[in-house]
C-alpha cells in the first residue's frame, strides 16, 4: 500500500474552482433567494481570479511535473492551458450573468423541469424566478476542462470528460426563450456524447490491454517496446482518437455542433465554444504526442484526411446558413480543422523558428477564443420582441443603426477569415507554418484555399451588416457591463494581438513541450 | 560610382526611447476625436491642436540632442517589437531618428502646428469640424510613421495611412459632387504609385531577405544592376503617384477641392513630398544605378516644366500654386536625381518650398475667407489695401518661391539649378527656365488677386481673417524670408550621414549661374507685369492662345489619362466582362454552384435526427478504420 501524495499547492488552481463550485451548490441551499444571483457571481469572480493568482504564484515559485501521484501532469502547456481557460471561463461565465438585456432576469429558463408552454412555466416566469445553479454548473464545467488537458492517465482523462460534460449537457437545455430547441439541442448533445464515451472507454480498455497500464508514460514506452502486435493498439488509438475529436468537433463527429450551438442559451454556447475546443484539443495533443508519439507516422496520415474533411465541411456547409448561431458553429468546426493541421504536423521547434506544433495550436486557440467569446457576447445584443434576432437577415443595416457594436463585430469576423492586422492572422500563418514544416505542405495549401472559402460566409455578415438597409424592429439590447466588458476585452484583444502578438506568442512558444 | 558609407544608427537611449510618442500622440488625438466623437465636439480641434504641439515638443527635444551629439552618434534607431518573426525573415516595427527624419519631423510638426491653428479659425463655422481635426490628426501620424519608419514595411503603413487621410480630406466636403470625385481619382492614381512600392518592397524582401534601411543599404552593393535598377525604377513609380509627378500628375489638381488648410498642408507641405524623400532615403538603391537615376532626372525636369505651364494659365488661384507645386516638387525629384551630388538640395528646397507654399496656400484659403470662397482670381483684384497682412505674408512667400536674393527659395532653388547644369547642360537650361515661367506665373497671380481694379462680384465685402489664422501666416512669412539663409550653411553637413550626399563650399556670393538665374527671374516678373500690370484684367478669361489653352486643360493630363488608361482600360474590361460572362462566369458559378450545391447536401445530412448523427459516426469510426488500415499497409 502506497502512502498517498497530494500536491495542494500544486493542485489549488483546480482546486479553488471546484470548490467554489460546490459552494456553489450550498449557496443555493443556504442562502435566501435575493441573494442568491450576487453570492454565485461573487463565487465565480472570486474563485477564478484566486485560482489566476494561484496559478501565477505556482509557476513564478517553478512548480512541475507530475502531481497527484502521476494521474495529472503540471508541465508549460498545462500552465498555459489554465491560464487561458481562466481567462475565457471569465469572460465567458460574465455574460451568463448578464440580466439587464432580458428585462431583468437572466437569460435561463425560470424553471427547467416545467414543460415549456406550461402554466407551471407561465407562473415561473411572471414570478420572475432564475436558476442560479448555472453559476455552479458552468464552475464544475471549468474545473473538468482544467484536468482534462492535464491529465496523464486515460482513468483520469475519461473522469475529468464526464465532469464537464455532464453540467454542458445540463446547461444547453436552460434557455428561456425557444425552449424546445434548447433541450432538443441537450439532448441530442447527452446522447451523442455518451455515445462517444462509449468509443473513448472502449479504447481505454483496448490500450489497457495493450500496454498493461492506463499511464501516457507506460503506453508510451509499450509503443516504444511492443509486446505485442499492433493490431491493439491500433484500434484502441482509433477508438480513443474518435472520443476526443467528438469534443473537438472534427469531421465526422461533428454532427452535433451545429444543432447544440444553435440550440444552447448565446452565453453557454460562447463558453462550449472556446472552453471546450480548448480542453478538447489540449487533451488530443496530449494524448497523441505524449501517449502515441511513436506512433506518430500511422496517425498522422489519418488526421490529415479528417482535418481535409473537417475544413471542408466547416467552410462550404457554412455557405447557406441563414442562422448566424450556426453559422458560426460551422465557423467552429472549420477552425477546429485550422487548428488541427498543426497537430498534424507535429514539428518540434528549431533555434531560427521556435514556434512548434503544440504552441502554435495553443496560440491559435486564444486567438479563436478572443473572437468566440466577443461574437457570441454580441449575438446575445442583437433582439428582436421574442429576444435574440438570430437571423442573419435580421443584422441587416446594422452597421447603421449601431456602428460600435457591428463594428466590433466586424472586427471579430475579419480575424476569423485572417486578415492581416487581426489577430486571426498571425494565429492562422502560426498554424499553417507548423503544419508546413512537418511536410504537410499540400494540406497547408488546401487550409488556405478553404479559408478563402470561408471568408465568403464572414465577408458576408459584415457586408449585411454595413452595406443593408437596416432590419425591422431590431434593436440592440441595452446591457450592463456583464456584457460590455467581456466583448470590450476580447476586440481589444483580437486588435492588440493582430499588430502586436509577440508577448503572447513567446507564452505560448515557451509552453511548447509536454514532459513525459 | 563609388556609394558611400552612410553611418549606421546607434541604439537609442534617454530621451530618444520615446521617440515613438511623435506619433502616439496625433494617433491618440484621432482615436479620441473619431472614435468619441460626442464627448468632444467642442474641445475636439483644441485636443488635435495640443497633440501636434505635444509631437512638435518631442520632435525639437530630439533635434537639440541631435545637435549635441557627435556626428557618429546622432542617426539613432529606435526598436519598439517585433511583429512577428518566421524562419529567415524577422518583421520588426522600430523608428530611425536621423538627420533626415527629423528635419521631417520638425517639418511635419512645425508646419503641421501651424496649419491647425489657423484651420481654427478657417472651419470655425463647419458642422463636422471634429471630424475634419481627426483626420488631420490621422494624417499627422501617418506622415510621421512614414519617415520616422526603419524599414520601408512600416513607412508604407505610413505611406498608405496618408493616402487614406488624403482621400478623406479631399472629398471632405462629401456633398460636392465634384469632391467625391477628385477624392476617387487621387485614391485610384495612388494605387498605381503603391503597385511600384508593393513591388519594390517585395522585390527588397526577395532579395535582401528584409526591408530595413539598414539591410538595404547594406545589401545594395551585392545586388545584381538589373535588380537595383528595377528596384529603382519601382520606387520612383511609388514616387510619383504621392509626389504627382508627370506621367501620374493629374489627381492634385483635382485636389484643391479639399479644404484650403488640407492642401497646405497634405498637397503642398508634406505628403506630396514623400516621394522626394522616399528616393533620398533610397540612396543607397539609386547611388548604384544611372539609369534610374536619369528616369528620376527626366521625370522632374518634364514635370517642374509642366507644373509650371499649368500654373501660367490657370485662372483657379488653388490650382495655380497647385500647379506650382508640381513644378517645386520637379525641381526637388530632379535635384534626387542627380545623386550624391544633390540629396542634400532636394531636402533643402523641400524644407524650404514647405515653409512658403504653404504660406502662399493659407494666404489664399484667407483671401477665399474674405470673398466668400470664391477662388477665381478674375474676380479679385485691388485686395491688398483691404487684406494687408494677407498680402504682405503672401508677398513674403512670392519673393521666396521666385528666389528673390537671400530670400528662402533664392539659397534652395540656386542650388538645384547649378547642380543641374553639373547634370547636364540640357538640363540645366530647362530648370532655368522653370525658374524664369515661376517668376512669370506668381507674378500674374500677385498682379490678379492683390493689384489692379476691383471686380468683385455683387455682394463680396472682403475684410481680412482673425488672428487665429493671420499669426500662423505672419510665422510661415517669417520662415519664407529666413529658413534658406538659416540652413544654406549647414545642411549639407548634417545630412551627410544620413543621405550620403556629397557636400561642398557654398559661396555667399552668387556663381555666375547665380546671376544667370536673378536675370532670368527678373526678366519673368518683367513679363508678368507687362502682360498682366499695364491694363485691367478682363472678368471672363479671354480665348487666349494655344498654350494658354492647353494649360487650362492641364496639359490634356485628363484626355491623355482618358486615351491612354482609361479607354483602353474599359476596352479590356468589357471584354473581360464578355470573356468573364461567357467563358469565366460559367466555370466560377459552375464553382458556386457546386460549392452551393455540396452545401446544400450537406444540410440535408444535417436532419437534426440523433439517429441519423449516431449512423454517422459509425460510418465515421468506419472511416477511421479503413484509413488506418490503408495506411499500415502502405
Known sequence: MTTVVFEWRALAPVLLVLIAAVLGILVEAVVPVVHRFFAQVFLVVASIVASAAMLVANWRAGIGGPVAMGSMMLDRPTYFMWGALLVFGLLAILVFAEREVNGGVSTFAASAATVPGSRAEAEASAARLEHTEVFPLALFALGGMMVFPAASDLITMFVALEVFSLPLYLMCGMARRRRLLSQEAALKYFLLGAFSSAFFLFGVALLYGYAGSFDFSAIAAAVQNPTMGSGILIAGMALLGVGLLFKVGVVPFQSWVPDVYMGAPTPVTGFMAICTKLAAVGATLRVFYVALGGERWTWQPLLAVLVVATMVVGAVWGLTQTDIKRTLAYSSIAHAGFIMTAVVGATAGTATSPLDSLSSALFYLVVYGLASIGAFAVITLVRNNSGEANAIASWSGLGRTSPLLAGIFALFMLSFTGIPLTAGFIGKWAVFAAAWRGGYDWLVIVAVLLSLVAAVFYLRIVVVMFFGEPADGVVVGKASAFTWLPIAVSALGVAVLGVFPGPVLALATAAGTFIR | ?634
Not at chain 2, 524577422?90 to 491647425?116: E, K, N, P, W, Y
Not at chain 2, 535635384?335 to 496656400?361: V, W
Not at chain 2, 481673417?465 to 500662423?472: D, L
Open chain 2, 1 to 634: 560610382m563609388i556609394p558611400l558609407e552612410t553611418i549606421d544608427p546607434v541604439a537609442a537611449t534617454g530621451l530618444f526611447s520615446y521617440a515613438w510618442l511623435m506619433i502616439a500622440l496625433p494617433a491618440l488625438g484621432a482615436f479620441v476625436l473619431l472614435g468619441f466623437g460626442r464627448y468632444v465636439e467642442k474641445s475636439g480641434p483644441y485636443l488635435a491642436v495640443a497633440t501636434i504641439g505635444g509631437s512638435f515638443v518631442v520632435a525639437m527635444a530630439l533635434f537639440v540632442q541631435m545637435l549635441a551629439a557627435p556626428v557618429d552618434q546622432r542617426a539613432v534607431s529606435v526598436q519598439l517589437y517585433t511583429w512577428f518573426t518566421t524562419g529567415t525573415w524577422q518583421l520588426d516595427v522600430g523608428l530611425l531618428v536621423d538627420q533626415l527624419s527629423i528635419l521631417f519631423a520638425l517639418l511635419i510638426t512645425g508646419v503641421g502646428g501651424l496649419i491647425h491653428v489657423y484651420s481654427l479659425g478657417y472651419m470655425a463655422h463647419d458642422e463636422r469640424k471634429r471630424r475634419f481635426f481627426g483626420y488631420l490628426n490621422l494624417f499627422v501620424a501617418a506622415m510621421l510613421t512614414l519617415v520616422l519608419a526603419d524599414n520601408y514595411l512600416v513607412l508604407f503603413v505610413g505611406w498608405e495611412g496618408v493616402g487614406l487621410a488624403s482621400y478623406l480630406l479631399i472629398g471632405f466636403w462629401q456633398y460636392k459632387p465634384s469632391a467625391a470625385a477628385a477624392a476617387k481619382k487621387a485614391f485610384v492614381m495612388n494605387r498605381v504609385g503603391d503597385l511600384g512600392m508593393v513591388l519594390a518592397i517585395s522585390a527588397m524582401l526577395a532579395q535582401f531577405g528584409s526591408s530595413a534601411f539598414i539591410d538595404v543599404n547594406h545589401g545594395a552593393e551585392h545586388l545584381a544592376p538589373g535588380w537595383t535598377t528595377a528596384i529603382g525604377l519601382l520606387l520612383l513609380l511609388g514616387a510619383c503617384g504621392k509626389s504627382a509627378q508627370v506621367p501620374l500628375q493629374a489627381w492634385l489638381l483635382d485636389a484643391m477641392e479639399g479644404p484650403t488648410p488640407v492642401s497646405a498642408l497634405i498637397h503642398a507641405a508634406t505628403m506630396v513630398t514623400a516621394g522626394v524623400y522616399l528616393v533620398v532615403r533610397s540612396h543607397a538603391i539609386f547611388d548604384l544605378t544611372a539609369d534610374a537615376r536619369l528616369a528620376v532626372v527626366i521625370v522632374g525636369t518634364v514635370t517642374l516644366l509642366a507644373g509650371a505651364w499649368i500654373g501660367c494659365s490657370k485662372d483657379d488661384i488653388k490650382k495655380v500654386l497647385a500647379g506650382s507645386t508640381m513644378s517645386q516638387i520637379g525641381y526637388m525629384m530632379l535635384a534626387a536625381g542627380i545623386g550624391p551630388a544633390g540629396y542634400a538640395f532636394a531636402i533643402f528646397h523641400l524644407l524650404t518650398h514647405g515653409a512658403f507654399k504653404a504660406n502662399m496656400f493659407l494666404g489664399a484659403g484667407s483671401v477665399m475667407h474674405g470673398m466668400n470662397d470664391d477662388v477665381d482670381m478674375r474676380h479679385y483684384g485691388a485686395l491688398a489695401k483691404y487684406l494687408p497682412i494677407t498680402f504682405w505674408t503672401f508677398a513674403c512667400g512670392y519673393l521666396a518661391i521666385i528666389g528673390f536674393p537671400l530670400t528662402a527659395g533664392f539659397f534652395s532653388k540656386d542650388h538645384i539649378i547649378e547642380a543641374a547644369f553639373g547634370q547636364s547642360a540640357l538640363v540645366g537650361t530647362l530648370a532655368l527656365l522653370g525658374a524664369g515661367v515661376t517668376a512669370f506665373y506668381m507674378t500674374r497671380l500677385m498682379l490678379m488677386t492683390f493689384g489692379g481694379k476691383k471686380r468683385w462680384l455683387d455682394g463680396v465685402h472682403p475684410h481680412e481673417s482673425p488672428a487665429v489664422m493671420t499669426v500662423p501666416l505672419i510665422v510661415l512669412a517669417a520662415l519664407s524670408l529666413v529658413a534658406g539663409a538659416v540652413m544654406n550653411w549647414w545642411i549639407q553637413e548634417w545630412l551627410e550621414p544620413a543621405a550620403g550626399n556629397h557636400a561642398h563650399e557654398v559661396e555667399l556670393l552668387p556663381t555666375p549661374i547665380g546671376w544667370l538665374t536673378m536675370l532670368v527671374v527678373a526678366a519673368g516678373v518683367f513679363v508678368g507685369w507687362w502682360v498682366f500690370g499695364r491694363k485691367p484684367i478682363p472678368a471672363v478669361a479671354p480665348q487666349g492662345n494655344v498654350l494658354a489653352v492647353a494649360g487650362r486643360n492641364e496639359l490634356y493630363g485628363n484626355a491623355v489619362n482618358d486615351t491612354l488608361v482609361v479607354k483602353p482600360v474599359l476596352g479590356v474590361s468589357r471584354a473581360a466582362v464578355a470573356a468573364d460572362a461567357k467563358a469565366f462566369d460559367g466555370f466560377v458559378n459552375l464553382l458556386a454552384n457546386a460549392l452551393g450545391g455540396l452545401s446544400v447536401g450537406g444540410r440535408r445530412v444535417q436532419n437534426g435526427y440523433v439517429r441519423s448523427y449516431a449512423l454517422t459516426m459509425v460510418l465515421g469510426v468506419l472511416l477511421v478504420g479503413v484509413v488506418l488500415i490503408l495506411g499500415l499497409g502502405a
